[in-house]
């Protein structure tokens, strides 16, 4: 009975708590939001993918090339379109194959080579993977495709089963890469966001917690009416903010990292059966340097990603009057910023001038854009998000110095609810 | 520098969000050296003046000065003159007492002043070895003490303090009221002080300002209350006073 009467109190404080209702609206909302933003990523690549067509060059023209040829052509509907160089296939219909001379040879001893490149303008691991699909069909094609043409040619039944091989690169703008290095790299460019994202995140609860538990803990109103700048004040609680999330990510990530490191060696087998190491593949392959390239522009969001996360975490704290009320207001924000290094990793980082100018708001993606414009050669979004997300650490900051200056800082937000009406006019 | 008026309220009005009314017209003048409590029941707008009055908040319209300082145009200037204690002031659950108070007046003083400063909080405070503990641990009183020891030993020109008293029990009450008065009396700090406890007004203030529904409906000292409204003690002068309105 008093069991009863206590469980019953427990969930009516939940169900009755405002941050309990809000935060499971917004999961909800959340995940709904995640969802469509995977659906679109991956309807994307599967309706740009649906569109290509396959640029072939043949290195030596024989009987047996020219059937093969004709065979794909009609099982993918005339998709075949041939080319005078892999660079140029590629160019003009993304996927690009290359019949290498002595191909009879090579299938008289059962195994063939082909070289193939992709094109992508943008680090999307969906629409770069649905290339790859893409690239394997044809692959599985031209292995099925090769005994009816050898016969048809040669007029006897193939000497063995032939297996196609196929490496392949990927066209990056104007940078080639092997396709190992291009997986490696979009992992490490859209798992970025998501790192980055975490530690904004975080830094902007921890930013609000200050102030609102400073005005819990009733010290708030003392400081205030200290002979010191407002400005002052907020600074050093961006500046606490950020280190106490420095901490937190360097235990979190070293946390996760750890174990790796104690692992052994990891073999991968690719979809075209050959072996490699994961872990001797790098950055600088590409020509980006590890310090400058990524340490550096990483370092740099997340300095960024600090202040504007804490300006806009002290923001929203100084309008609060106590810790639960700046969870039910930061939450929302947390959640952006590592929804927002989530949803890049479905729809990818194209390089445009509205990417550009949202990656310098949310800064998130910045480290994310600074490789690909590095990569691309296209260095003027880079500028312009660094730009802007400077000009948002200033103008967040600002705003958080002028809260801080105003009165709602002291008071709070005050919500008006129909009870609160009904006082106030009473009291008048 | 002598000033004739510590602090110079002139027809403030305070209005908060949804119209409703802290202080309306408010008028009243400290002098140097004085004790000066402002007494009224509960949202009776003792608060907002002296958040007012400490630069915590803006008035919607009149004007506040402390030593001649406009409140509005230079708050810097102000904070320098005051040192406030806001009603149930508490301190850094993390921090001990004593780190709580070099904090503090940290922000105010540096060198030989603040350790100086420092010396005299804590033997204000009398917190003697708790002071090594952390906030968390402390009573309400202890918390009161120690906040009110970071005040008094700031020696500002002007103290407000906010229900200094607030939630004490008599023993503490009374160490505070004689704190207050010591202070005041060997260091010439000007205090302006709110309270609903009459009695305590009586005992500590030379004037007092009786706000009711943010009008200031009674001014004067307890005594001169008293004699003008046949009154035994300063309640009845308010129950008076609210009842000619």
Not at chain 1, 102 to 119: C, I, M, P, Q, Y
Not at chain 1, 295 to 313: C, D, E, R, V
Request: aromatic share 8%; charged share 20%; with cysteine.
């Amino acid at each position: 009975m008093v069991l009863g009467v206590l469980i019953k109190r427990e969930i009516k404080a939940f169900l009755k708590n405002p941050a309990f209702i809000f935060s499971l609206i917004l999961i909800i909302v959340l995940y709904s939001v995640l969802f469509g933003i995977m659906r679109i990523g991956v309807e994307r690549a599967v309706t740009e993918t649906a569109k290509i067509n396959i640029g072939v060059v043949i290195s030596e023209n024989t009987s047996l090339v020219t059937e093969l040829l004709s065979l794909l052509n009609e099982t993918t509907n005339g998709r075949v379109h041939l080319y005078n160089s892999l660079r140029e296939a590629v160019e003009a219909e993304s996927i690009g194959i290359l019949i290498p001379s002595g191909f009879d040879e090579l299938v008289k001893f059962g195994t063939v080579e082909l070289r193939s490149s992709v094109r992508v303008f943008s680090i999307s691991s969906t629409t770069f993977q649905a290339k790859l699909s893409t690239l394997n069909i044809i692959r599985d094609l031209i292995e099925r495709s090769l005994p009816i043409a050898y016969s048809r040619v040669y007029g006897v039944e193939i000497p063995r089963q032939v297996k196609v091989l196929v490496s392949s690169s990927v066209l990056y703008y104007e940078r080639e890469m092997s396709s190992q290095v291009f997986s490696f790299l979009s992992t490490l460019i859209l798992t970025l966001p998501l790192l980055v994202g975490i530690i904004i995140g975080s830094n902007a609860g921890y930013a609000a917690q200050l102030v609102a538990f400073e005005k819990v803990e009733k010290a708030f109103e003392m400081l205030l009416s200290q002979p010191i700048k407002r400005s002052k004040i907020v600074l050093a609680k961006i500046v606490g903010a950020s280190i106490a999330s420095i901490i937190f990510a360097t235990a979190y990530f070293g946390g996760i990292i750890l174990p790796f490191t104690l692992m052994p060696p990891m073999t991968v087998v690719t979809n075209n059966t050959t072996h490699f190491q994961l872990p001797q593949l790098s950055i600088t392959e590409i020509g980006i340097d590890p310090i400058t390239g990524l340490i550096l522009p990483t370092i740099l969001a997340i300095l960024l990603g600090l202040f504007s996360s804490g300006s806009l975490g002290i923001l929203l704290g100084s309008l609060v009057s106590d810790e639960r009320s700046a969870g039910i207001l930061i939450s929302p924000l947390t959640i952006i910023y590592m929804g927002l290094g989530f949803a890049v990793l479905f729809l990818g980082l194209e390089l445009n001038y509205v990417i550009a100018i949202l990656s310098g708001i949310v800064v998130v993606i910045l480290p994310s854009l600074y490789i690909t414009s590095l990569l691309a050669g296209r260095i003027v979004y880079l500028v312009i998000a660094v730009v802007v997300a400077v000009a948002m650490c200033i103008v967040f900051a600002i705003l958080a110095i002028v809260v801080f200056n105003r009165d709602i800082v002291v008071l709070g937000v005050r919500i008006k609810t129909r009870r609160a009406r009904a006082i106030f006019s009473l009291k008048k | 520098m002598s000033f004739n008026h510590a602090v110079e309220v002139y027809n403030l009005t305070k209005i908060y969000g949804g119209g409703v009314i802290g202080v309306k017209e408010l008028s009243f003048q400290v002098y140097p050296g004085e004790i000066y409590a402002l007494i009224g029941p509960n949202g009776s707008g003792k608060t907002t003046t002296l958040r007012i009055i400490a630069t915590l908040i803006k008035p919607t319209s009149g004007t506040v000065r402390v030593f001649n300082v406009n409140v509005v145009e230079e708050p810097l200037k102000v904070r320098e003159l005051i040192a406030y204690l806001p009603e149930e002031a508490g301190a850094y659950r993390d921090l001990s007492g004593l780190d709580f108070i070099k904090f503090m007046l940290s922000l105010r003083f540096t060198g030989k002043r603040l350790e100086e400063a420092v010396g005299e909080a804590i033997e204000i405070s009398g917190l003697d070895r708790d002071l090594k503990r952390p906030v968390k641990t402390y009573s309400k009183g202890m918390k009161r003490l120690l906040a009110l020891s970071v005040v008094l030993a700031s020696k500002p020109n002007l103290l407000i303090l906010d229900e200094p008293t607030a939630g004490l029990d008599v023993e503490r009450s009374l160490l505070v009221r004689d704190l207050i008065k010591k202070y005041n009396r060997e260091h010439g700090v000007t205090v302006l002080l709110s309270s609903h406890n009459m009695l305590e007004v009586e005992y500590l203030a030379h004037k007092v300002g009786m706000l009711y529904q943010g009008k200031l409906i009674g001014e004067g000292s307890p005594v001169e209350l008293k004699r003008k409204l046949g009154a035994n003690n300063l309640e009845e002068v308010f129950v008076k006073l609210k009842n000619t309105r």
